[in-house]
């Protein structure tokens, strides 16, 4: 069996210009969605599926996020001093150990993920774009899933996949099952994928949902990937060439129960703010009683 990856590695240096005006001096990974930052829960994902160590690329503007993760001792004291609770503070980031690296002229995600080689070494390891919540009534479940079905199919890659309207295909990495007759499983090799196809030309209807894992060897495909559209080196390219030279993918649908929030739009956002609002424990109620008085 596959050796499990003991190290992840969140993308969070794109500029975020689709949610403008709010992430021109914050990280749209810092957008609060209910009483987390988005990245909060992207971390936890991470923990609850037993990884503790984290790389996070940033930019120049994205300070907050270490800022975020930092022990704040002072805050702490400050809070216990006056009675307040400090649950919320003193458990962001408890038992991870960050680490950060930079990529000042963003040149698409491949270049991020590049990155991350001298961090994570000859292992394999999980990826977990950090502008994207995975929810699922398991903590950390669906990552789990995923980090399973690489050790066990001895994969070079897995990828998690939410199905998608057949008509928005065009605006994802669409997967090509090897066995594209009859019903998709849950689990799947992986043939191809093909990045944002035309409504006829798409193979399925199954989109790339944020979520990794990769052998080392990506890295060598990274460096041969060519740049594309506005000269940028895209994963999806990379996985290609892995795939076209031998590699092995497989793939996992997002299950009942789970869901995926992608924070790249207003219309996702606004979406995700409203659905984790419900789910507060504290004030999910009186907020839904709030809301239908308004639709």
Not at 14 to 41: C, D, F, H, N, W
Not at 88 to 107: A, H, I, L, N
Not at 172 to 197: H, M, S
Not at 235 to 240: C, F, G, K, L, P
């Amino acid at each position: 069996m596959e050796i499990s990856p003991k190290k992840a590695v969140i993308p969070a240096a794109g500029i975020g210009t689709r949610l403008l005006p709010a992430t021109k001096s914050q990280p749209k990974e810092m957008l609060p969605v209910g009483r987390k930052p988005v990245i909060q829960y992207v971390v936890e994902e991470i923990r609850a599926a037993g990884i503790t160590e984290i790389l996070i690329i940033t930019n120049q503007q994205k300070r907050a996020i270490e800022d975020h993760f930092d022990y704040d001792p002072h805050l702490l004291s400050f809070l216990s001093q006056n009675g307040k609770p400090t649950d919320g503070v003193e458990t962001v980031g408890q038992d991870v150990e960050f680490f950060y690296v930079r990529q000042s002229d963003p040149k698409g995600l491949a270049d991020a993920v590049g990155k991350a080689q001298s961090f994570v070494g000859n292992e394999p390891f999980v990826v977990c774009l950090g502008d994207s919540i995975i929810q699922s009534t398991s903590p950390g479940g669906t990552l789990k899933k995923l980090i399973g079905t690489y050790q066990q199919e001895q994969a070079d890659v897995a990828i998690l996949f939410e199905e998608v309207d057949p008509q928005s295909v065009v605006k994802y990495g669409i997967a090509k099952p090897a066995k594209p007759k009859g019903k998709i499983d849950t689990i799947f090799e992986i043939a191809d994928l093909i990045e944002k196809p035309t409504v006829a030309e798409a193979p399925s209807n199954l989109a790339i949902a944020a979520r990794y894992v990769f052998s080392p060897e990506i890295f060598e495909f990274i460096k041969k990937t060519e740049p594309g559209r506005n000269n940028e080196i895209q994963i999806t390219d990379s996985i290609r060439l892995m795939l076209a030279q031998g590699g092995h993918g497989f793939g996992i649908r997002l299950g009942s129960g789970e869901k995926r929030y992608d924070i790249g739009n207003y219309k996702s956002y606004f979406e995700a703010f409203f659905r984790f609002s419900l789910a507060d424990p504290e004030f999910g109620q009186d907020f839904g009683r709030y809301a239908k008085t308004h639709l």
